[in-house]
């Protein structure tokens, strides 16, 4: 529920956000990638954490600057690890295969 709430409040938000926010945009896009992990939105949270660490950096709000970097770190790391699970698998089925004619040989 509070994360139904939260997302209304910063979509309502009057454009552009760079004039009505300014100076905050970093944590606006923070916020959004708490929902959108909530959500399990992954391209989404990759997206909004790029915006986030770019608007901290330009505010120097390095906190976030921290946060956004080591998010986009994790999910960039999760995604490579997931492609070498897959890989991984793709090889493991091949062998099997491999075994399975030669046995009925």
């Known amino acids: 529920m509070i994360k139904k709430k939260a997302a209304v409040f910063l979509d309502?938000?009057?454009?552009p956000l760079s004039e009505n926010i300014k100076g905050h945009l970093s944590c606006f896009y923070e916020i959004?990638?708490?929902i959108n992990d909530k959500n399990q939105?992954?391209?989404?949270?990759?997206?909004?954490?790029?915006l986030a660490l770019?608007?901290?950096e330009n505010d120097k709000n390095y906190e976030i600057v921290g946060w956004a970097?080591?998010?986009?770190?994790y999910n960039s790391f999760f995604v490579k690890k997931t492609q070498v699970c897959i890989n991984t698998w793709k090889t493991l089925?091949?062998?099997?295969?491999?075994?399975?004619?030669?046995v009925k040989k």
């Open 12 to 15: 309502s938000i009057p454009l």
């Open 32 to 34: 959004k990638v708490l």
């Open 41 to 50: 939105e992954t391209a989404k949270l990759y997206q909004n954490s790029k």
């Open 54 to 56: 770019k608007y901290a």
């Open 69 to 73: 970097s080591f998010e986009l770190f």
């Open 93 to 102: 089925k091949s062998i099997t295969s491999l075994v399975i004619t030669l």
